[in-house]
């Protein structure tokens, strides 16, 4: 089933949960991702990159059964072909995964492909390869990014969110701090791994988030007076 632009970019709005392997507080990835789905995420991503084929496969067909109770938008990382194979929405691939035009001439729309870009010279060629949304990031500082990312800043963001026509989402560093600002910026998204998965409270923090995106994208043009953008917390 083809997939139209308009529903795409309605798919790719508010609060992206990501479960990431090496921040998982569970024994597997379906406690975690109830608590997102709970919490009212509307984007979740299952994120395996140390994990075998079999297992990616074993758990994403556990994530995309929750489809029946929950709606949502199901983005595996990488492993376009299992993502196509039990049902989930899209992929999401970054520079060293499968190119974004392969999985295309391969899947045509019937996958969302999501890309992770690192400077705006990479979202564009990422928009020009096919990608259905780009990942921009890291916006502030992050534990879970190592140096060969440098931080983008709110203005890259903003400088990036007037020039695609994709939907972008924010990524890196993002926090109650600093979330008004990253939203005012253009982002049509924001992404979070710690920040929700080591919370005390995981569906808590992703209602707060969820409800902050909604409250603030209300506002005529997403605009808000600069506020604090020096947030030092998780991704």
Not at 3 to 27: C, H, M, V
Request: proline share 4%; charged share 20%.
């Amino acid at each position: 089933m083809k997939t139209s632009p308009s529903r795409k970019k309605a798919q790719i709005s508010g609060l992206y949960a990501i479960a990431d392997e090496a921040w998982n507080p569970f024994q597997g990835f379906r406690p975690l991702i109830l608590k997102f789905l709970q919490g009212g995420a509307k984007i979740v991503q299952l994120r395996m990159k140390n994990s075998s084929p079999g297992e990616v496969r074993r758990d994403a067909l556990l994530i995309a059964a929750l489809k029946k109770d929950f709606d949502f938008t199901f983005i595996l990382n990488d492993h376009a072909d299992i993502a196509a194979e039990v049902g989930a929405d899209g992929v999401h691939v970054g520079e060293n995964d499968e190119p974004v035009a392969d999985i295309k001439k391969r899947h045509g729309e019937r996958l969302i492909v999501g890309y992770s870009s690192h400077s705006i010279d990479e979202a564009h060629s990422a928009q020009s390869a096919g990608a259905d949304y780009i990942a921009f990031g890291a916006i502030f500082h992050t534990m879970t990014k190592g140096p060969g990312h440098p931080v983008q800043g709110i203005e890259k963001l903003r400088a990036l969110a007037a020039s695609v026509s994709l939907p972008v989402v924010a990524i890196g560093g993002i926090c109650r701090e600093n979330i008004r600002d990253v939203i005012s910026a253009g982002a049509d998204s924001v992404a979070m791994i710690t920040a929700l998965s080591q919370a005390s409270d995981i569906s808590g923090e992703v209602a707060y988030y969820s409800k902050m995106f909604d409250d603030v994208s209300s506002l005529t043009g997403k605009g808000l007076s600069p506020g604090c953008s020096r947030g030092q917390c998780g991704k």
